[in-house]
């Protein structure tokens, strides 16, 4: 099986299924980010590194000194791009998941995960067409008015649950899970 079908997905989601606010994330949960950190860097290989996949929207809502992710091939999807953003060893511009494909291919050697990281429509192709092998989650036990959703499919029943902790922070009570590919 190649890396293009065995995808790992990173989610945090409100009680409504929102995963963003104007063009951001309207909480702040340090354990989360650094879930988020922690799983996108690690690598059992030493002399490997990950991917990380975002929609355009996402990718420039990060700030520009945190971007590109450090010690990760960042792989940007925009159908708009028009050939001026030069690609690079740490990021690569992609119009299409065809090009996410043969972008993958290309550093196959030096990769060991390859991380889904949003947004919406990202999450939705990716999960639709079972390329997903793990799903890190964290489910937020409140409402954040969000303007941006995690696709409304039925995902679940083709994961089963490897594990699971309660957090409460910021006087925010939330739940960071693992689920694998049954
Ligand atoms: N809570 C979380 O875990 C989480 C994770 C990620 C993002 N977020 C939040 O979610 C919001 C952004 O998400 P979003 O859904 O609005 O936008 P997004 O997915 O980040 O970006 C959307 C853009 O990505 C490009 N794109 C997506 N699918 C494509 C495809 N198949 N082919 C070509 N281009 C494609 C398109 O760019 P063009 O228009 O240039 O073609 C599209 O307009 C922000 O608020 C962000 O902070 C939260």
Redesign the pocket.
Known sequence: MTLFRNLKL????DSEK????????PWDLPTDLAW?EESTSKTCDPCKRNAVI??????F?IPESDRPYKGRLNIV?????TGEEQSSNDVVY????TEIERTLEKFSSELESVWV???????Q?ALQNDLIEEVRI?EIQKLFS?????PEIEWRSRFEAADERQMTENGVSYSMSRLLRK
Do not use: P, Q
Not at 54 to 59: D, N, P, V
């Open positions: 990173m989610t945090a989601i929102g995963i963003g606010k104007d063009g951001g994330v988020l975002f929609g355009r929207r996402t990718y809502s999807l925009s159908s708009s791009w992609v119009r299409n998941w990281l949003g947004g919406s429509a990202v999450y192709h964290t969000c303007d941006a959703f995690f």
